[in-house]
């Protein structure tokens, strides 16, 4: 198996968004509706807000690629609180799960924190994604709070915000 993570490219926005909609389908679907599903892919992978984002500094995009074909991504931000970068988003394909795809994401978000002069890394999961908090908690995180935030179209966001040192 051969690994790459490289930075996301505006070619690569529209397979990223494809991606994420497969992979979103197997992490939420026994979470939250397809309804809100179809809403959250839309206002977070549409090709104008990504591209938008790939040109903004403070933010990262990298993807994941084994022998070739792309299995997961990750976003990571500067946050407004000084030495905080957020993992805003990090997805593997499930069939490619629990073989250090996701633990490497998180060292790539990780090496972006630490260049930016960081010392925590927090992302937010939603509450009943329990295969997702203990992942997070393998790469030592922990719950430092928890929030519930309406983002429009009748749905929320109820998650916790996790936390870990990365010095």
């Known amino acids: 198996m051969s690994l790459d993570i490289r930075p996301v490219a505006p070619a690569d926005v529209d397979a990223i968004a494809a991606l994420a909609r497969v992979i979103w389908q197997d992490a939420y679907a026994d979470i939250i509706s397809a309804a809100q599903i179809d ?3 839309d206002q977070r992978y549409n090709a104008p807000r990504l591209l ?3 040109a ?3 933010y990262w995009w990298d993807q994941a690629c084994i022998d070739g074909e792309r299995v997961g991504f990750l976003s ?5 609180t000084p030495g905080e970068i957020k993992l805003d988003k990090l997805y593997v394909l499930p069939q490619r799960q629990r073989r250090g795809v996701g633990g490497a ?3 790539r978000a990780v090496a972006h924190g630490l ?5 925590t890394l927090i992302l937010a ?3 009943g994604n329990a295969r997702a908090i203990a992942a997070y908690e393998k790469h030592g995180f922990a719950i430092r709070d928890g929030v519930r935030v309406d983002i429009g179209g009748g749905f929320v966001m109820d998650d ?6 990365i010095r």
């Open 56 to 58: 903004k500094p403070g």
């Open 39 to 41: 809403y959250m892919l």
């Open 76 to 80: 990571c931000l500067l946050t407004d």
């Open 125 to 127: 999961v939603n509450k």
């Open 160 to 165: 916790f915000i996790m936390a870990r040192s």
């Open 105 to 107: 994401l998180i060292a």
């Open 115 to 119: 260049a930016a002069g960081c010392d």
């Open 52 to 54: 938008a984002e790939l």
